[in-house]
């Protein structure tokens, strides 16, 4: 994706062209609102189809944890990578810090994002990012991403 065709929001076909992810693994729906080098908004319809909620859990399906980081850190690369200098590159997981778990996150709930980039240093990006269902917080985390 090219600087020129950037929007202020992304349906699957833009992100899946932006992200390197693909089923199951890919876990944004849209991005809704975003300002490439400062921060990006978007969601994940969380559905029982999920491939994850065979085994977490069959009688209580709850999201993982680990795969609402990974949510935040897919949307955050809507921030980062429609940059000019990174058009083009890989955006690998690189660190978290401060994650907290506040609430589960259920079949039906709609997971919605948000990651503001707090600094970017050569190929480091730092985000700091809110996951909520109903405006609540489900999760926070600084995500640290690198590109290459």
Do not use: W
Request: hydrophobic letters at 45%.
């Amino acid at each position: 994706m090219t600087i020129e065709e950037i929007k202020s929001s992304m349906d699957i076909y833009e992100l899946l062209k932006l992200l390197p992810h693909r089923y199951p693994f890919m876990l944004v729906d849209r991005i809704t609102e975003h300002v490439p080098g400062k921060f990006v908004r978007g969601y994940k319809n969380v559905t029982m189809n999920e491939p994850f909620f065979q085994g977490h859990f069959p009688e209580n399906p709850v999201m993982p944890g680990v795969l609402m980081i990974e949510a935040l850190a897919q949307v955050s690369v809507g921030a980062v990578m429609t940059l000019p200098q990174y058009n083009g590159k890989l955006a690998l997981f690189a660190g978290i810090d401060n994650a907290r778990f506040k609430r589960q996150v259920i079949p039906g709930d709609r997971l919605d994002l948000y990651s503001e980039i707090t600094k970017i240093k050569g190929p480091i990006c730092k985000t700091k990012c809110t996951a909520s269902v109903d405006g609540e917080i489900a999760v926070i985390a600084e995500i640290m991403c690198a590109m290459q």
